[in-house]
């Protein structure tokens, strides 16, 4: 069984993601020369089971924001298929692809300028049902007041404007409207990144009190390595638009197979280490590279402390190497042991 | 003991607003050895950045205003100087490198000609001496062919090496103390521990004393030797980072402690419901008379609703204000 069957395998897979790729064609920059395109998402494929918290982790330009928008359709899709609850999305159109999308939404980064200030955020909270016409206007009303209650706020709240919010507020009222519609699947785009941290306890417990409650799905996007560990199942790696790494969450701190993810670990400054622990530690050299027309070979090699001539010539494939791991390297071996695990003192 | 590199006594800072006036510090004290980190955290708005800007004395006057305290480099109180003396200590005694370094870089100068303008100013090198000293400032920071990018502008290059050319340009006149405020909150995570590396490297090779601010105890935990915790203008706790991190002893700085995710080695399979922080800070115009934690503190009583606590020595070098802790240091 190859890596892609065991991960796009059917069963209580809500999302289930094939090959996606998304592609942007940049402007040519003059007659002579042709425009570069973006890779920013890559072929990747993951599936989502329903009830759970998949975590798509990496750095600016990885391609995990847009990974994400793809699966609402959000951006154009170059190709690949994306079934939510056994529907494909990517053929849908007007109509047919409105009515979908009330079984997915999504709740933004910035609590700012993600609701309109002009707007009362009983209206803000209302709007996804007006336009998706549910129920009747006083039916929608009452709603409203409840998904306030049930977020932590107040029902008469709903009368106030944005900007009379403190942003854990107003992140909560972003959650109200992702609710609205009584989705399936919440895309949660960095949710608590603008957040203050004594804040971000508070609406990643929400969160997960909201999934218990409801049965939700969560398609959860984040660089923090630290909140991604708190509340997700699963989670894939994402470098350059590619899954580097994929598997549940105790697996993938406990063994990260690609260097990597070691990398991004190792680079995380954490109250549990001391200070000195930073000393024992490899470092990666350079900036994570731009997505456009990236080199063959695996696209992490020119980073990486261990590549050898293959690296930098074959492409390695995501292949699963222990029960629900996946990896994309060709320095792990099938008995598992990652090229770091000399330096790190056996993992 | 000889007296400390930076010494900063019963600062306070108040601004004018319309809803009154807000103390945005209060009591503020702090000093600081050469080679050391002294780490400052807290939520925003809890006057982090607010004691940086003193110290450089930036406070905007109206409609801030300096009450009181004193800040001493050398011995000599900043807050008594000239402007003219300021302008001379900033950027060659006390420097600065802050959170977003695109907005920091003068983006229709060359990366050379703005280092090159601090060395030119503060020991008068000439042009072509100055230029140097830039190249080999961009080397000491490990930016790649130094002798082209010092041409370059800050447009061409990415947010790590921009954060690269404000720590070359911060530290072009060795200063001896460096006010980092939140230099990599803006950063991919391996960039940010490529910085803090060259921080620590540049720091043991030059012995300038850093003060760094941020938000994330992580952070704190890696790079500070000493730890204080601010809390709506005011210092609730102070210690060595050890100490902080073992046996946190006010409520707020245990809550910040508890309140994140840090990440595990190994995580256990049953996930914790994280510990919160109710509320949120509060508006520095409506601080009662009473400790201004007490709101969202759990163990709040009525003493501490009436009375604002006093920093109280509660272990070696280590003091908190909080009236949970009697002259004996016991909870």
């Known amino acids: 069984m190859t890596g892609r069957d065991a991960l796009a395998g059917g069963g209580d897979h809500l999302l289930e993601v094939r090959d996606l790729k998304v592609h942007f064609r940049l402007p040519r920059r003059n007659m002579l020369t042709p425009g570069g395109t973006v890779h920013a998402v890559d072929g990747i494929t993951y599936s989502v089971r329903s009830g759970s918290t998949f975590g798509i ?21 170059t190709g690949g298929s994306i079934r939510l609850d056994g529907v494909e999305m990517t053929t849908l159109a007007g109509d047919a692809l409105r009515r979908m999308r009330r079984k997915i939404q999504i709740v933004f980064q910035d609590p700012y300028s993600s609701l309109n200030p002009r707007m009362r955020a009983g209206a803000i909270v209302r709007e996804p049902m007006d336009l998706m016409d549910m ?62 941290v004594a804040i ?60 990597y993810t070691w990398a991004l670990i190792s680079a995380v400054p954490s109250a549990r280490r001391r200070k000195g622990a930073r000393d024992s530690r490899v470092r990666l050299q350079g900036d994570p590279p731009n997505p456009i027309d990236p080199p063959p070979g695996c696209r992490f090699a020119p980073r990486c402390p261990f590549a050898v001539d293959r690296c930098h010539r074959d492409k390695p494939v995501l292949r699963e190497v222990r029960k629900g791991h996946l990896v994309s390297c060709h320095l792990v071996g099938d008995d598992c042991v990652p090229p770091h695990a000399a330096v790190a003192g056996g993992a | 003991m000889d007296a400390p590199l930076l010494e900063v006594e019963n600062l306070e800072v108040e601004f004018s607003t319309r809803q009154g006036v807000a103390r945005v510090l209060d009591g503020i004290a702090l000093s600081l050895e050469p080679g050391q980190t002294l780490g400052i955290v807290g939520e925003s708005g809890c006057g982090k950045s607010m004691t940086a800007l003193s110290i450089m004395r930036l406070v905007p006057v109206p409609p801030g205003r300096i009450g009181a305290g004193s800040v001493r480099l050398n011995g000599e109180d900043l807050l008594q100087v000239t402007e003219k003396r300021m302008r001379e200590v900033r950027g060659k005694d006390i420097s600065m490198i802050f959170q977003e370094p695109m907005t920091s870089l003068n983006p229709v100068y060359s990366i050379g000609d703005q280092i090159a303008e601090t060395v030119r100013l503060h020991e008068g090198l000439g042009r072509r001496a100055s230029l140097d000293r830039a190249v080999e400032m961009l080397k000491a920071v490990h ?16 947010g790590g090496m921009r954060q690269r050319v404000m720590i070359a340009m911060a530290l072009a006149c060795q200063p001896s103390v460096l006010i980092a405020d939140e230099p990599t909150t803006a950063l991919d995570v391996t960039v940010q521990a490529q910085v803090f590396d060259l921080l620590k490297e540049l720091q043991e090779k030059t012995g300038t004393a850093i003060i760094l601010i941020s938000h994330d105890m992580g952070v ?28 946190p002893k006010h409520p707020y700085t245990q809550g910040l402690i508890a309140c994140v995710p840090h990440l595990e080695e190994e995580p256990p399979l049953e996930r914790a419901t994280l510990t919160e922080i109710p509320g949120v800070v509060p508006a520095l115009t409506e601080l009662g008379s009473g400790c201004s934690y007490a ?15 006093e920093p109280l020595e509660v272990g070696e070098e280590h003091r908190v204000a909080c009236w949970l802790y009697d002259e004996a240091g016991a909870a």
């Not at chain 1, 998904?147 to 403190?166: D, I, K, N």
């Open chain 1, 57 to 77: 982790v990496g750095e600016s330009g990885s391609g995990k924001t847009t990974a994400a928008l793809a699966a609402m359709r959000l951006v154009p899709v």
């Open chain 1, 200 to 259: 971000q306890a508070q609406i990643l417990n929400l969160l997960r009190e909201l999934q218990d409650d409801f049965g939700l799905t969560y398609l959860f996007i984040s660089h923090d390595l630290g909140v991604v560990q708190h509340i997700c199942d699963d989670i894939a790696v994402m470098y350059l638009g590619e899954i580097v790494e994929q598997s549940d969450r105790v697996s993938l701190f406990t063994l990260p197979l690609h260097p």
């Open chain 2, 220 to 247: 704190i935990a890696e790079m500070a030797d000493r730890v204080m915790v601010m809390y709506a203008g005011r210092i609730v706790e102070e210690a060595s980072t050890d100490e902080i991190l073992e046996s």
């Open chain 2, 143 to 158: 930016i790649p062919a130094a002798e082209r990018r010092v041409r370059e502008f800050p447009h061409q290059m990415s």
């Open chain 2, 295 to 309: 709101p969202r503190c759990a163990y709040a009583a009525d003493r501490c609703r009436r009375k604002a606590p």
């Open chain 1, 135 to 196: 129920g009747e206007p006083a039916e929608r009303e009452a709603r409203v007041a409840e998904l306030f209650r049930r977020v932590g706020l107040r029902p008469e709240q709903a009368a106030l404007f944005p900007h009379q919010f403190s942003g854990g507020q107003r992140q909560r009222i972003g959650v109200a409207r992702a609710l609205a519609t009584q989705p399936q699947l919440i895309v949660c785009d960095e949710p608590v990144s603008a957040l203050d």
